[in-house]
């Protein structure tokens, strides 16, 4: 990665969260973040400079609460869904966060259709796999389940894919956003 300073690090976050392809690996775009964090003193001024949400900033960093050895692998590309990322990130000891890091790389598949095939195959049906989903959930961490019908869906995942993010994040994002312009809604009343 190139020295960073204020241009270079803006440049990487605006090509990459902008555009329809991202570019860069998502150690790169932590590390420029973090770099604008610190010289602008907080994240909402990060998000602000760059028009994204908080929450989306501090998905972006999410890389660097990783252990060295699943940077390498971020860095690499072998871990490049922010997802993924947040899953291991989410683990609370380093070791269990390398080991899991470890088995993602062994899974086939993280498409979400292909995972909905795997269910399907299964025997298990998409309700009931939505209980053990919710069942094996951390204590803390709050699942909705949305579901969206295939257009709706396809929209969301094109946008979600242009700026870079999981439909998932898109859409957090978008509920984020909605919730807080409804406490400007109230606040004014």
Same mark, same amino acid.
């Given at each position: ?6 241009? %270079?690090?803006? *440049? ?28 602008? *003193? ?23 609460? %990783? ?33 899991? /890091? ?6 086939? %598949? ?12 299964? *025997? ?15 204590? /803390? ?10 257009? %709706? ?10 700026? *870079? ?25």
């Amino acid at each position: 990665m190139k020295q960073l300073d204020e241009e %270079t690090a803006l *440049g990487i976050l605006f090509g990459n969260t902008k555009k329809k392809k991202r570019t860069a690996d998502l150690l790169t775009l932590a590390k420029s973040c973090k770099f604008l964090v610190d010289k602008y *003193g907080s994240r909402k001024i990060v998000a602000q400079k760059l028009g994204l949400s908080a929450e989306m900033i501090r998905e972006i960093l999410l890389p660097l609460q %990783t252990p060295k050895e699943i940077q390498d692998l971020i860095s690499e590309r072998k871990i490049d869904s922010i997802d993924v990322v947040r899953e291991i990130a989410s683990l609370k000891l380093p070791s269990k966060q390398v080991e899991a /890091g470890y088995a993602l790389l062994k899974i086939p %598949t993280k498409d979400v259709r292909d995972i909905k095939r795997l269910i399907k195959e299964s *025997g298990v049906t998409i309700d009931e796999a939505k209980e053990i989903i919710l069942d094996l959930k951390p204590q /803390g961490l709050h699942i909705f389940i949305i579901d969206f019908d295939d257009k %709706t869906y396809e929209v969301i995942r094109t946008q979600a894919k242009k700026l *870079g993010f999981s439909p998932a994040i898109l859409v957090k994002g978008l509920i984020q956003s909605w919730l807080r312009f409804l406490e400007l809604q109230e606040k004014e009343l």
